[in-house]
């Protein structure tokens, strides 16, 4: 829109008229405040009525926001710009600080005021759902860079680590279920886990992630103790993710290791503590989860894209959608009212305590 500007010298002249109309420039003036009052009022409308708001609602909160902030535009921004007469310059030095103070206790008494809310007034069930989103780890651990606040090793005390876990946040949430099941074992285990770093985009053109790929086959292929390697990501597209992986497979392989890749758990398609605990606090139905039969589609599709590999290189597939799906749905909440997912799809500390007879396997128990 920039580069099609509607003046006399207008790269896109057709589209000078529509630039320069009414409606468009009214936006541009008071496209600041549409974006300060549009956050404020959906968030209030889906906190009281639920995440999916009806289209007519929708339209009428767009309506508010540009009514809204039509009238900030012209009675708070427009007066500030008028120029202002000559102050003190001790004024001048101390109304901004004023001003800095100011928001600083503000912000201090509201971020009071929300904890305060949140352990006093809220049923200990909703504040228990919420809560289900800071049950995760944090932190990654890649073989050159090691994070302060996630551990690296991983299973029994004094043991040389014979299992690596490579992949990104997906590999993490497995942690602590392959902990403890490797801690049982009396076996120990590395970790090369990277966010957003796919053990299958070997063209990714993040250097990084390119960078940390390379170095982790490496150190699976050069150290002589590693025996096993466990992959996990959200894998993408099946056949686009078996075709990447074929090099890397073939390449532990033939050097001996056996290889286990963890499938995707289901995915919720919402943000699941939020959601759970506003449904508790307004005694609204959760919104319908994933029926089993449309997510084990889904895995078939890996599982028959991964079959080739599975018979060329002995690829072991770990899928963990027992854990999360009976015959007919796949849940958010586990029987005894543990919530099984800290965002929309990577599983909590507590799933993943329940999930560790998945690396029976692994660890020969």
């Known amino acids: 829109i920039i580069y099609a500007r509607p003046g006399t010298d207008a790269c896109f002249p057709r589209l000078r008229p529509m630039l320069a109309s009414f409606p468009v420039s009214m936006t541009a003036k008071i496209s600041y405040s549409l974006y300060l009052w549009h956050w404020p009022l959906f968030v209030l409308a889906r906190y009281n009525l639920g995440p999916d708001l009806p289209l007519w609602l929708t339209i009428a909160l767009i309506a508010l926001s540009f009514a809204l902030s039509t009238i900030t535009w012209a009675w708070i921004e427009q007066p500030f710009l008028k120029p202002l007469p000559p102050l003190h310059s001790f004024a001048k030095l101390t109304a901004p600080a004023f001003m800095v103070v100011m928001l600083v206790v503000t912000g201090l008494l509201v971020r009071d005021v929300a904890t305060r809310y949140a352990q006093f007034l809220l049923p200990e069930r909703v504040t228990a759902l919420a809560d289900a989103g800071l049950d995760r780890v944090h932190g990654d651990c890649s073989l050159t860079i090691r994070s302060r606040d996630f551990p690296c090793r991983l299973g029994a005390p004094g043991r040389k680590p014979d299992t690596l876990i490579w992949g990104n946040s997906f590999a993490r949430m497995w942690t602590p279920a392959i902990d403890a099941a490797a801690t049982r074992s009396g076996r120990a285990v590395i970790a090369a886990i990277l966010s957003s770093c796919n053990p299958a985009q070997n063209g990714n053109e993040d250097a990084e992630c390119r960078q940390f790929n390379t170095e982790t086959l490496h150190f699976a292929l050069t150290d002589s103790s590693i025996k096993t390697v466990i992959l996990s990501a959200n894998w993408g597209d ?29 995915a919720a398609g919402f943000h699941v503590p939020h959601t759970l605990a506003i449904s508790e606090l307004r005694g609204m ?34 899928d963990p959608t027992g854990q999360f799906c009976n015959k007919d749905i796949c849940r958010v909440l586990d029987d005894d009212g543990t919530v099984l997912y800290y965002d929309s799809a990577h599983i909590t500390i507590a799933a993943a305590l329940k999930s560790q007879s998945l690396f029976q396997t692994i660890f020969g128990e």
């Open 238 to 266: 099946p056949d686009e993710t078996a075709t990447s992986l074929e090099d890397t497979l073939r390449s532990l392989h033939d050097n001996g290791r056996s290889v286990f890749l963890i499938l995707e758990p289901p």
């Open 285 to 318: 139905a959760v919104p319908k989860l994933q029926p089993a039969a449309t997510h084990w589609q889904d895995q078939n599709r890996y599982i028959e894209a991964f079959t080739p590999l599975v018979k060329r290189y002995g690829l072991r597939l770990i």
